[in-house]
């Protein structure tokens, strides 16, 4: 019986020695597998790769420094290949510049519309309907002129009156066009943010207000379209998508109102059942107190 | 003599059945005399009952629309919330009471506490009242996978894991409990059945039984357990009032006010309906049911196979109250300080858990200062630098809103 049940203790201890093992393969095998996703997921908009892994900064560090403060590589979207060429993994020079690597250098003012529309398709293509449309004429702004080429930032709204100024008179047609479809944007955006304020505010009493939440994103999501739009600098292109964004924001304005107004007769509706009740107890006391 | 429709139907019926010892009975019973210390609370036991009324009436008015299977079932919660007139407003209302029940429960069972009423010779009253609190709790916890939407599918994948630890014949309870290894479209099948069949008829059953024997012993007296309980008379005679219908027109008032408020709940604070249930996705801050907390929290300070196994203990120590643990004759509560006040500080240890189940993982902000609880319910200061930065779990529920 001893010799038997100190087989079965050490059989356990060995199946626990074992399952210890298995136990620490499976973590090792779990950490691989995190380390592989963050490795696959850095081209798809996840952590940026270490800048002092890139070679190309050792050297070019005015231009690194620029761009680890963009949105291309605080968003893990870009390396200096993607729009250079090269290998900026590469120690040494030749293989980082071969040819085969299809390393460009610095892009020439003609390319550099199509690298980046490479990515940005929709502002590429309004661009070229634009009045800067001739960008291989040295006196027309390219993309890089108002974005920057390295230091790329998130566009906003106030990128497009800074930079029409930096080449346009203030109070010229040019500059005045800026604003107008600046001012035009916000004043979408700004309307966009109070509906949904407002959707906030009122979804919390009425749940039905819940279907109103796709609307609001697909007035959004249009709103989002006339981004690329504002690169054909002209307000009339602008003025349709906007208005469809409005008659979007003017359903679920209705909504609210609705909603505002079922409230009302919601707190009606209340006053009415305690009234109810209140006359009702009332008869009920009555009748107690006749049968004390 | 004047025509009236019920003596009308009445004697209809007695001339073809021998109903008047029925009609006798039920007279002696019905107008039985309450004892003078019969106050407003004792209206509790009336309104819960009117409530679960209400709850069968809506539950009923809830499954002609509803459809339960995993594909349709979050479907045809939206369609009685945004299509059905008013639609919206019994969904609500049926929510809302199985708050107000559960409430009603808990200050009822500590009525009876405090008055003693689970004394000699009421025992199985007591008894049948702890199996509807059971009842009750076991309505909402099936009754909150129904909806099928996130909180309400993730709730219930937590809630169903617990049962598992128990050592044994936890993963085979699961697994009978779900339908299978995962909360899925069987598990929202036997909830279903559950919910809309099983519980219904024992709680039809229990809460007959329990009125039964309320009115065939009668309200319990303040005296002691040694005494002989008075008789009618002796009751009358003391300042007692008949049942019916001095009794019933204060339960009906007490029922009013409680419809009234259930209803003002209804209108004023519909419940949401959060995204479709999705087995791939977990939502952060997914928690049960308020009156599921003090077990939830429980099961973060000790380990899960012991955790599990206190709410039922806690039931069957409450059956087991008048036998085991107050067994002095005394029912007046000024005479039982000791047995209520054990009471009432195992009740406030329930209660703490409940408030640190809910604090747990959230940010707020007390008396100016805002602190991040943990997983524990421990509270973090939390510099003024940081107040601005997301807290450790979003909470997340029904209730949420937030456009995206």
Redesign the interface.
């Known amino acids: 019986m001893i010799g038997r049940s100190a087989c079965v203790s050490a059989c356990a201890g060995a199946n626990r020695s074992r399952g210890r093992w298995v136990g620490w393969l499976a973590l090792l095998a779990l950490l691989a597998l995190m380390a592989a996703t963050g490795l696959t997921a850095q081209g798809d908009g996840a952590s940026p790769v270490d800048i002092d892994e890139v070679m190309c900064a050792l050297c070019h560090f005015e231009q690194g420094d620029e761009f680890v403060t963009s949105i291309h590589y605080q968003k893990g979207l870009l390396l200096c290949d993607d729009c250079h060429g090269g290998d900026p993994f590469a120690v040494q020079l030749e293989t980082a510049k071969a040819p085969e690597t299809g390393f460009i250098g610095k892009p020439r003012r003609e390319d550099i519309a199509a690298i980046c529309g490479r990515c940005h398709t929709g502002p590429a293509r309004f661009f070229a309907q634009g009045p800067h449309r001739d960008w291989e004429n040295d006196d027309n702004p390219t993309c890089i002129t108002c974005h920057h080429n390295h230091r790329v930032f998130d566009a906003t709204l106030a990128l497009m009156e800074e930079s029409c100024v930096r080449c346009h008179v203030s109070d010229s047609e040019p500059a005045s066009g800026g604003v107008a479809i600046r001012s035009r944007l916000e004043g979408s955006a700004a309307h966009l943010a109070r509906v949904a304020m407002d959707l906030d505010r009122l979804r919390v009493i009425d749940p039905k207000l819940d279907r109103v939440v796709p609307m609001l994103k697909a007035a959004r999501s249009t709103l989002r379209e006339a981004d690329p739009i504002t690169h054909a600098l002209n307000l009339e292109l602008i003025e349709e998508t906007l208005e469809a964004v409005g008659s979007e924001l003017a359903v679920v304005e209705e909504r609210l109102v609705e909603s505002v107004q079922d409230r009302q007769r919601r707190r009606w509706a209340v006053l009415g059942v305690w009234l109810f009740v209140a006359v009702n107890v009332f008869f009920l006391w009555a009748k107690r107190r006749q049968l004390d | 003599m004047k025509w009236h429709p019920i003596t009308a139907v009445r004697e209809w019926l007695e001339v073809r059945f021998e109903l008047e010892p029925v009609f006798r009975l039920l007279r002696e019973n019905l107008t039985k005399p309450v004892p003078p210390h019969v106050n407003w609370l004792f209206t509790l036991g009336s309104v819960l009952a009117a409530l679960l009324a209400v709850q069968l009436f809506t539950g009923v008015l809830l499954m002609i629309s509803y459809k339960p299977s995993g594909q349709e079932a979050f479907q045809s919660v939206q369609h009685i919330?945004?299509d059905v007139p008013l639609g919206?407003l019994i969904r609500s209302a049926h929510n809302w009471g199985s708050h107000v029940i559960v409430v009603l429960a808990l200050l009822h069972l500590a009525r009876v506490v405090v008055y003693g009423g689970y004394k000699k010779p009421r025992e199985l009253t007591w008894g049948v009242g702890v199996a509807l609190l059971a009842v009750i709790l076991g309505f909402g916890f099936t009754g909150y996978l129904l909806p099928w939407d996130q909180v309400a599918y993730w709730g219930t994948v937590v809630a169903t894991e617990a049962p598992a630890s128990i050592p044994v014949v936890g993963p085979l309870t699961r697994e009978f409990m779900i339908g299978g290894t995962e909360v899925a479209d069987p598990t929202l099948g036997r909830f279903y059945v559950v919910h809309v069949i099983l519980l219904p008829l024992a709680l039809l059953s229990l809460v007959g039984l329990h009125l039964l024997l309320i009115r065939y012993h009668g309200i319990s007296p303040l005296s002691g357990t040694d005494q002989p309980e008075p008789g009618s008379e002796e009751i009358l005679r003391r300042g007692g009032r008949p049942f019916l219908?001095?009794h019933v027109?204060?339960d009906?008032?007490a029922i009013?006010?409680a419809?009234?408020a259930l209803?003002?709940l209804a209108?004023?604070?519909?419940?949401?309906?959060g995204e479709m249930a999705d087995p791939l996705v977990t939502p952060l801050g997914i928690k049960p049911e308020w009156y599921f907390l003090p077990a939830y929290q429980l099961l973060k300070y000790v380990p899960e196979v012991v955790g599990v196994q206190v709410p039922p203990l806690v039931l069957v120590l409450l059956l087991l109250l008048p036998f085991l643990f107050d067994r002095s004759p005394h029912r007046h509560p000024r005479r039982r300080l000791r047995v209520l006040g054990a009471l009432g500080a195992a009740a406030a240890v329930i209660g703490l858990l409940g408030l640190l189940g809910h604090l747990s993982d959230t940010r707020q902000t007390l008396l100016g200062k805002t602190y991040d609880f943990d997983v524990l319910g421990r509270p973090h200061l939390v510099e003024a630098a940081e107040v601005g930065g997301d807290p450790p779990q979003a909470e997340e529920g029904r209730?949420a809103?937030?456009?995206?």
Not at chain 2, 401 to 404: A, K, L
Request: hydrophobic share 35%; glycine share 14%; proline share 15%.
């Open positions: 919330t945004y919206w219908p001095h027109l204060k009906s008032a009013y006010v419809i009234g209803m003002s209108l004023l604070a519909p419940p949401h309906l209730g809103g937030g456009s995206p």
